[in-house]
């Protein structure tokens, strides 16, 4: 079993609908929580994280932690066809001093918002 | 823009070659992260330098290793490739001194092709 699992999609969209994209986790270690948007042939690029549980809104994103049930979710608002790219869940536990240094990702969801 | 620049952008090469990727970390960032994503793995953690020294080490193979130089740009060199080392490389570096790979930003990548 992976450590992170992702539901591959592909999603596709009406313009304007909201998103919902999940990821379930095994490991009880990992505290940070990331979602990436990745273009195709471009570096992943960071779009929020979380510590711990909780909720954290950034414009139209909307992330959401649930420890307890070893679940995330990003939420997209009034989605856009620039959303349009592949979406990347990442887990890190803390190590010594407070610090991360390698992150576990899951498999990615492609998203395809249709004008 | 990350401002973390990985050259070359595409490498092909014949197996059982040797091949040297470099990475540039943004500026004030003493962390380097190496990450290889293929179609069947996805994305995941090789190897984190910190200002010079290895701080952690992932699923890297035996034929892999990588470099910290003293002006902080990292170089993985990776040897006797196989077609199954046929993936995109990417390069991420953590902001400040600090190694917080939650916070970290990915270059473009380089794309290799074995052949």
């Known amino acids: 079993q992976k450590e992170v699992e992702q539901d591959p999609g592909p999603l596709s969209v009406p313009e304007g609908a909201i998103v919902s994209l999940n990821c379930t986790y095994s490991?009880?270690?990992?505290?940070?929580f990331m979602w990436y948007r990745q273009y195709s042939r471009k570096g992943p690029e960071l779009l929020m994280y979380?510590?711990?549980?909780g909720n954290k809104e950034d414009g139209r994103f909307t992330a959401q932690v649930d420890k307890s049930s070893k679940y995330i979710s990003l939420f997209i608002r009034d989605s856009q066809p620039s959303d349009s790219a592949t979406y990347l869940c990442?887990?890190?536990?803390?190590?010594?001093?407070?610090?991360?240094?390698?992150?576990?990702f899951g498999t990615g969801t492609l998203l395809a918002v249709q004008p | 823009d990350s401002g973390v620049t990985q050259t070359p952008k595409h490498l092909i090469t014949a197996t059982g070659q040797r091949v040297t990727l470099r990475c540039s970390p943004r500026?004030?960032?003493?962390?380097v992260y190496w990450y290889q994503q293929s179609l069947d793995q996805g994305l995941q953690f090789l190897i984190q330098?910190?200002?010079?020294?290895?701080?952690a080490k992932g699923n890297i193979l035996e034929r892999f290793s990588a470099q910290q130089f003293p002006d902080l740009h990292s170089e993985l060199n990776l040897s006797s490739l196989e077609l199954g080392d046929s993936a995109l490389y990417f390069c991420a570096s953590s902001v400040g001194g600090s190694d917080r790979a939650h916070e970290a930003f990915f270059g473009q990548g380089t794309r290799l092709t074995v052949v």
């Open positions: 990442a887990m890190s536990a803390l190590w010594y001093g407070g610090a991360t240094n390698k992150l576990i």
């Open positions: 330098y910190y200002n010079g020294e290895e701080r």
């Open positions: 490991n009880s270690a990992f505290q940070y």
């Open positions: 979380t510590y711990s549980s």
């Open positions: 500026s004030g960032d003493l962390s």
